[in-house]
């Protein structure tokens, strides 16, 4: 269940007319610190995301099923019926029986997943499947939203990245 704070700010990015995936992001960003503090693992960073996509889906955020071909048919069927559920206001209780294996499952898992290292391996891959232009489009829009002092930033980051290339 969604800590009260992630769904109050994710109903803020909607009224804000924020995308999905941003309200969505509330809920993996919570899950990432359910992990960091030990409250329980992930056995990899795409699960650790799954599970707080699905959280968003069931809470209500409007983030269809992806598309035929992007994720496994079992996985595409289960994120179409979190949103289904979200989407209609059941009054069912969620089974504690299952709830509690879920959690002692999760338990067992490591929390490595949730570090900083994977979570920019995982952007990184993720980003690499995007084509050119799409990669170039959100660079695009981060040069303009950074603002000056951002972008300054960043570019003695990437400087400081091609030395440390050049040198190897």
Do not use: N
């Not at 995308?19 to 359910?34: D, I, K, L, N, Y």
């Not at 035929?68 to 009054?91: E, L, P």
């Amino acid at each position: 269940m969604p800590e009260k704070e992630t769904v109050e700010r994710a109903q803020e990015d909607a009224r804000e007319g924020k995308s999905p995936s941003t309200q969505a992001g509330e809920f993996v960003r919570e899950e990432m610190h359910h992990i960091r503090e030990g409250k329980h693992g992930a056995a990899s960073t795409k699960q650790a995301i799954a599970i707080g996509l699905s959280k968003a889906r069931r809470s209500g955020v409007k983030l269809p099923a992806p598309g035929d071909g992007k994720v496994s048919a079992k996985t595409s069927k289960q994120a179409d019926r979190d949103y289904r559920k979200g989407q209609s206001h059941s009054r069912r209780r969620p089974s504690p029986t299952r709830s509690r294996a879920t959690r002692r499952a999760l338990k067992r898992k490591g929390h490595s997943a949730a570090s900083h290292q994977s979570l920019s391996k995982q952007a990184h891959t993720s980003a690499r499947k995007r084509g050119a232009s799409a990669r170039q489009h959100s660079a695009q829009k981060a040069v303009r939203t950074k603002g000056s002092k951002g972008r300054s930033q960043a570019a003695r980051k990437a400087a400081s990245s091609r030395r440390r290339i050049s040198s190897r």
